[in-house]
């Protein structure tokens, strides 16, 4: 068992910086590849972002490439999603989530946290 929060949401500027955290309870947690998603009002859950277990392989949507970095420190359970250059268009509830492989497929993890707001003003 995994149990997710995360944290670091919160009201930005555009242009500004936010960096999400995402601390996890559970004995395995340095064995799950680790992932950020996202959801707009209306809209449905996007992959934003993945990180392997041992930290050496992650991938980015296209939206999230050359601004967000997601990185994952064991020793603390916890894992981050740095955004840079933020855009309106990024306002969402960012979700983290692990899996037994990084994907990009929603259906793939199999927990998840409650989800942090994150809104960026023009």
């Known amino acids: 068992q995994v149990h997710l929060v995360e944290s670091g949401g919160g009201l930005v500027q555009a242009g500004g910086s936010l960096r999400l955290s995402c601390a996890a309870s559970?004995?395995?947690?340095?064995?799950?590849?680790m992932g950020w998603f996202r959801q707009a009002p209306g809209k449905e859950r996007e992959f934003v972002s993945t990180?392997?277990?041992?930290?050496?392989?992650?991938y980015y949507s296209d939206s999230a490439k050359g601004r967000f970095t997601i990185s994952r420190a064991d020793a603390l359970n916890t894992f981050y999603l740095q955004m840079n250059s933020l855009k309106p268009e990024d306002t969402a509830i960012y979700y983290c989530?692990?899996?037994?492989?990084?994907?990009?497929?929603?259906?793939?993890?199999?927990?998840w946290g409650q989800g942090t707001q994150v809104t960026v003003s023009s």
């Open positions: 989530a692990a899996a037994r492989a990084a994907t990009v497929a929603p259906s793939e993890y199999d927990y």
């Open positions: 990180i392997s277990w041992n930290g050496g392989w992650t």
């Open positions: 559970g004995r395995t947690f340095g064995s799950y590849a």
